[in-house]
């Protein structure tokens, strides 16, 4: 109150020297009534500005409260890490977002190294970071992995910016940890199916060999069958030529015997002797030729075996006989891999391979043998083999029957242990899936963001990108093919910064495209895109070849910001009407901020304030001093808010009462 009535004295004062040189020397005559009256409208007046100036300074607290919960939600609440750090990369501020990120409680990060926090082997990239951000005082980005209080690895993009002091730098903190999971899982993915790929071209060229070579001994088996007919017609024409001169002989004999009994005699002789040489010689040539035809067909199991060795399975003949028993006639070595069993095992009995057949899977096995001996059609089944030790495998066979002279089925077929692909496959389905859920994850999260992916084929000029950059400005997919269609809508005093921004990345003057501008929408109005990209392929000889980017819709951001400009500058007026002054105090760091009406209520310079606590405790009037600091230090512990009235000496001597209303955070 008696601050106001010392104001009400100085404005009545000014006003008597402005009535005095208005009146020009010359004396109102004015009378007594007519005094009072004056004297009465003047007392109104003054009242009217009295509740104006409680009016403006009422409007004013409420918009520096609204202003400050507004800027408290926007920087506390947001999804990304704010951070301050100075030049040290020590934490000055922070919000809630960037202290989970690095697992701990806000207040305990202050002060704290950032460094600290990143990863050794990218640690380098941000200490380049901060050095070029102090230097070049332009914004700069990088990726980085934190390490936060619990040993979790986070992948960070890092954009940076020094304030315009210089002494202190921005930091924003995105948490790209999600897309470098997806980015690394799709790489594996791709690798594991180039792999299984070359592997399956590999096993079907030599299924491929395998099956020439054994066309090429069916046709020597065939070639070598024929001559052997060929001999065999020739051995009994040679034997029914022997038959006819024995007959011949027995006619001339019978013929001597009339001439002499012991000719005969001796004659007959004679043929026995020849038909026993004859018989012998004859059973020497088939022996001949059976050890022949058993040296060639050894010669041909041999090569099958060597063959049948080299493929991924085993070979075999498998018999079904009429009474319902079987055997493996033939098996090559590596039935020993797929039943656990030798050839010998099974030759006469293949109740050993029947054995090892999953329970689960015995009884089909056993109707697709039955059905494939029924209708003569080829055997194709997949089916497990579960061993002793408790080894599950996959087998997968293929097979064709024919029907023999006795009745019984025989099979000439492969098998293979199909355990690998079937895992292979199973793992290529659940790759897919997990691209297909991080895909999902990533077109939600763009979604959610606004935001939306494109590419440009620099050489030609087309582009590619999501069809939510498109509906975001109203405007159809199909229209937009070039770059050129969507350049031609950004607004005329954005568009050269825009296209030089672009010019000066392809030049490699800077890391990646980045730029705010303004785009006009199928409404007519325009809004704001934040687009950042980089060239992602270049040629030989150093020309980019292909960029891709994002996209973002900030318009509601900027025009958050627009608000808040607004609601600054009319608190900035607000506060210079009302003659209020606004302050800041970080106790931690013992640091006091002060505005310019602040050195004005207090009656000192800026350069004669060096901004602690102290150095405002000793301009306070001495009786004031205890209290005022007792009502500083329980608003600090929480025990009551701050809202206080205290005097200060100005430096000319002269005393003023103040009083002071602070939120302690």
Not at 116 to 139: A, C, M, W, Y
Not at 460 to 487: I, P, Q
Not at 541 to 561: N, S
């Amino acid at each position: 109150m008696t601050e106001r009535k010392d104001n009400i004295a100085i404005l009545r004062q000014k006003a008597e020297e402005l009535l005095k040189r208005r009146s020009s020397g010359k004396a109102l005559q004015l009378s007594e009534i007519e005094m009072l009256k004056l004297i009465h409208e003047l007392d109104v007046h003054q009242i009217e500005l009295e509740m104006q100036n409680e009016e403006l300074l009422h409007a004013k607290e409420q918009l520096a409260k609204t202003a400050t919960d507004k800027y408290a939600e926007l920087y506390d609440f947001a999804p990304s890490g704010y951070f301050t750090l100075s030049k040290e990369g020590k934490i000055i501020e922070l919000n809630l977002s960037g202290a989970s990120m690095l697992g701990k409680e806000r207040l305990l990060l202050r002060n704290s190294r950032f460094g600290f926090f990143v990863s050794d082997n990218t640690r380098p990239i941000f200490n380049l970071l901060l050095e070029k951000v102090f230097s070049s005082k332009t914004k700069e980005t990088c990726e980085v992995t934190i390490i936060n209080n619990d040993n979790f690895p986070i992948h960070v993009f890092l954009t940076a910016i020094a304030i315009e002091k210089g002494d202190q730098c921005l930091l924003t903190v995105v948490d790209i940890t999600g897309l470098k999971k997806a980015e690394q899982e799709l790489i594996i993915a791709n690798k594991e199916l180039v792999f299984q790929n070359h592997e399956k071209t590999k096993r079907a060229d030599e299924l491929i060999i395998a099956n020439k070579e054994l066309a090429f001994q069916n046709q020597e088996k065939v070639k070598r069958a024929a001559e052997l007919i060929i001999a065999n017609k020739e051995l009994v024409f040679q034997n029914q030529e022997k038959t006819k001169r024995a007959d011949e002989l027995i006619i001339a004999n019978k013929e001597l015997a009339f001439q002499n009994q012991e000719k005969v005699k001796r004659a007959a002789e004679l043929i026995i002797a020849n038909k026993e040489i004859a018989i012998q010689t004859e059973l020497n040539i088939a022996n001949t030729e059976k050890v022949k035809l058993a040296e060639l067909y050894r010669q041909a199991l041999g090569q099958l075996n060597k063959i049948a060795n080299l493929l991924p399975g085993v070979v075999y003949q498998y018999l079904l006989r009429p009474d319902g028993t079987s055997c493996f006639p033939y098996a090559s070595e590596a039935i020993r891999e797929i039943y656990r069993v030798s050839p010998d095992e099974v030759r006469e009995d293949a109740s050993g391979v029947f054995a090892y057949i999953h329970p689960d899977d015995l009884a089909g096995v056993a109707a697709s043998i039955q059905a494939s001996a029924q209708t003569l059609t080829l055997w194709q089944h997949e089916y497990r083999v579960k061993f002793s030790d408790g080894t599950i495998r996959s087998l997968y066979g293929n097979s064709l029957p024919q029907r023999e002279a006795d009745g019984s089925v025989l099979w000439h077929g492969f098998i293979t242990d199909v355990t690998d692909r079937l895992n292979a496959e199973k793992a290529a389905r659940q790759a897919d899936r997990l691209l297909r859920e991080n895909n999902s994850r990533i077109d939600l999260a763009m979604q959610v963001a606004n935001m939306a992916w494109w590419e440009m084929d620099v050489a030609t000029g087309n582009v590619t990108f999501d069809k939510r950059k498109t509906d975001m400005l109203g405007y159809s997919h199909e229209k937009f093919t070039h770059y050129k269609d969507f350049t031609v809508l950004i607004h005329l005093e954005d568009y050269d910064r825009v296209m030089d921004t672009m010019r000066r990345h392809f030049m490699g003057k800077v890391d990646k495209y980045e730029v705010e501008y303004r785009i006009l929408t199928k409404s007519g109005k325009y809004k704001w895109f934040y687009d950042i990209g980089s060239v992602v392929s270049w040629d030989s000889g150093g020309v980019p070849l292909y960029v891709r980017g994002l996209v973002l819709d900030i318009t509601d951001r900027k025009q958050m910001e627009e608000d808040l400009k607004l609601v600054s500058v009319r608190l900035e007026l607000a506060v210079r009407a009302g003659g209020v002054g606004v302050w800041d105090y970080d106790i931690v760091n013992n640091l006091l901020v002060w505005d310019d009406q602040m050195f004005a209520i207090y009656g000192i310079n800026r350069t004669d304030f060096i901004g602690v606590y102290e150095v405002w405790q000793n301009g306070v009037h001495p009786d004031d001093k205890e209290h005022s600091d007792n009502e500083t230090q329980m608003a600090i512990r929480g025990e009551k808010e701050y809202d206080t009235e205290f005097r200060v000496i100005w430096p000319d001597g002269s005393v003023h009462h103040i009083r002071a209303i602070a939120v302690v955070q």
